[in-house]
Nanobody, 124 residues
Framework: QVQLVESGGGLVQAGGSLRLSCAASGLTFSTYTMGWFRQAPGKEREFVATVLLSHGRTLYGDSVQGRFTISRDNAKNTVYLQMNSLKPEETAVYYC?????????????????WGRGTQVTVSS
């Protein structure tokens, strides 16, 4: 049974940083692609970043490029999202997702598994 558990969300001031973690279990970590998505109230889910776990290749959404960094620790079956220079409009629930694939994708609907999300609130 695959389980993804996010942590690290919270309240931060604009311009601040947070690091999210996603601990995965029940899957062969290196055969998956992991992604981060976010959804603000009343808005559609938005792609944030994804990483190919086998060798670390990454892809970012345009709005976070240069400020966010996705990384992984295969020994711990954990993926991280380091978020710097946060903006109030980035307040959302952040979700971790997993897809058994060696192809990076920004499309949330093709991911196989999802965590329950962690709330990130950026105050102005």
């Amino acid at each position: 049974q695959v389980q993804l558990v996010e942590s690290g969300g919270g309240l931060v001031q604009a311009g601040g940083s947070l690091r999210l973690s996603c601990a995965a279990s029940g899957l062969t970590f290196s055969t998956y692609t992991m992604g981060w998505f976010r959804q603000a109230p009343g808005k559609e889910r938005e792609f944030v970043a994804t990483v190919l776990l086998s060798h670390g290749r990454t892809l970012y959404g345009d709005s976070v490029q240069g400020r966010f960094t996705i990384s992984r620790d295969n020994a711990k079956n954990t993926v991280y999202l380091q978020m710097n220079s946060l903006k109030p409009e980035e307040t959302a629930v952040y979700y971790c997702a997993a897809r058994r694939s060696f192809v990076l994708t920004t499309i949330g609907s093709v991911y196989d598994y999802w965590g329950r999300g962690t709330q990130v609130t950026v105050s102005s």
